[in-house]
């Protein structure tokens, strides 16, 4: 009986450190994310260049102790979430103070509609507009959105897109 405990604990202990790890290490989120959260210097405690397991370990324990709010050594599935969405606001933010960083011109820590515009509109622009009118028909425009939808949808397309610039391809066999 106390065997089975102590297995059924380690076991939920596993599963809690695999959850975080997970979370920290940026798998698992399912938003296309998979680089590490994690920087090595935040890792490396004692700054001497390397990480020991035991730098690891404490690292892990010192973010489950963040995530485990009521301190009772245990996650719940409520602590779990609340780090996962702390985690995305903090990855939010980072991309936004980049965005920021380098769109931002003037130096004033917002940016204007110059700023947001697309640094290749015009050339954008140009490719929508296939009959070189000046302006971008309806045609034109659902045209832009099919190419879209076919892009996104991965390997497959490349096949389709050979055929539509010309080319004479047969679904990824080698041209001849």
Do not use: W, Y
């Not at 004692?46 to 963040?66: I, L, P």
């Not at 397309?157 to 066999?173: F, I, L, P, S, T």
């Amino acid at each position: 009986m106390k065997r089975a405990f102590i297995i059924t604990g380690l076991t939920a202990m596993a599963l809690a450190g695999t959850a975080v790890t997970a979370s920290a290490f940026g798998q698992g989120h399912g938003d296309g994310q998979r680089q590490p959260r994690i920087e090595f210097k935040d890792l490396d405690a004692n700054s001497d260049g390397k990480v020991t397991t035991e730098e690891m370990q404490a690292h892990f324990k010192a973010r489950f102790d963040d995530a485990d709010t009521d301190k009772d050594g245990n996650l719940s599935a409520e602590e779990l979430a609340a780090r996962g969405e702390k985690d995305r606001a903090d990855r939010m933010q980072k991309r936004l103070d980049r965005m920021i960083e380098k769109r931002d011109a003037n130096g004033d820590g917002k940016l204007s509609v110059e700023e947001m515009q697309p640094k290749q509109q015009g050339k954008m622009f140009d490719r929508l507009d296939a009959d070189n009118d000046g302006a971008v028909s309806q045609e034109e425009f659902a045209q832009m959105e099919k190419r879209g939808s076919k892009d996104r949808m991965g390997n497959k397309d490349r096949e389709h897109r050979h055929q539509r610039d010309g080319e004479n391809c047969d679904h990824g066999k080698k041209n001849r």
